[in-house]
């Protein structure tokens, strides 16, 4: 079966641009995670949708944005970007999501942010 | 707070045996999990523990100590693939995974 797709693979953009990044998770999963990694600061979670809903949040401000649709393709939105936001954005698709935590999820390939 | 502490790097022989320690602290305990990551790719899934003990599968071994707030992942006759970085991930009691910064695993003939 195919992966977790995320598009685009590489993006530069300009301080005060705003992006918007995709993420098609498995076919049958229903729960998307998002992530930021940056090089030393591991992965910091930025939001979970299961169906629809956004389930759970982490600590990133309102500029981070994000929403699923019902074929369960997620994307995330940065408004008014900043140099910080330079990372690899990664998304994970699963099943059930974290609330089954025994349940494996899948890492797409990520998004690298440039701002510049 | 919550916190992953894990090695920055370390170093191992092919065909060697290498333990990477990861120590957490949350606020509540749904699992540990460890992920590998070769450079430029997505992590994938290694294993994930609930309960005190050893979980082997093949040539890697994941332990968990839930009153000690420690798991390590140990890795048996090295292979030259298996230089990656290697994720320690703690789920607390919302159900949201805690990352460490990672272990970049050195192989060396």
């Known amino acids: 079966k195919a992966g977790v797709t995320q598009t685009p693979r590489y993006l530069i953009k300009t301080r005060g641009q705003q992006v918007t990044l995709s993420c098609s998770p498995i076919s049958g999963h229903r729960s998307v995670s998002w992530y930021q990694q940056t090089p030393g600061q591991g992965l910091q979670f930025l939001f979970e949708?299961?169906?629809?809903?956004?389930?759970n949040k982490g600590n990133f401000p309102g500029r981070f944005s994000g929403r699923q649709f019902s074929n369960s393709r997620s994307e995330m939105n940065v408004s008014t970007l900043e140099l910080g936001d330079s990372a690899l954005y990664l998304c994970a698709s699963s099943l059930y999501g974290q609330q089954a935590p025994n349940t494996e999820a899948f890492f797409g390939q990520g998004t690298r942010l440039t701002v510049v | 707070g919550q916190n992953i502490d894990q090695p920055t790097e370390m170093t191992a022989t092919e065909g060697a045996i290498v333990q990477i320690n990861c120590t957490y602290q949350?606020?509540?305990?749904?699992?540990l999990f460890w992920y590998q990551q070769h450079a430029g790719e997505a992590p994938t899934f290694l294993s994930y523990?609930?309960l005190d003990g050893l979980e082997e599968k093949g040539r890697f071994s994941s332990f968990l100590s839930r009153s000690k707030g420690y798991s390590y992942l140990l890795l048996k006759e090295l292979q030259m693939k298996d230089s990656a970085s290697y994720l320690c991930?703690?789920?607390?009691?919302?159900?949201?995974?805690?990352w460490g910064a990672g272990t970049k695993l050195i192989i060396k003939p």
């Open positions: 523990n609930v």
């Open positions: 949350t606020s509540g305990f749904n699992g």
């Open positions: 949708y299961f169906s629809e809903t956004q389930r």
């Open positions: 991930a703690a789920m607390d009691s919302n159900y949201q995974l805690i």
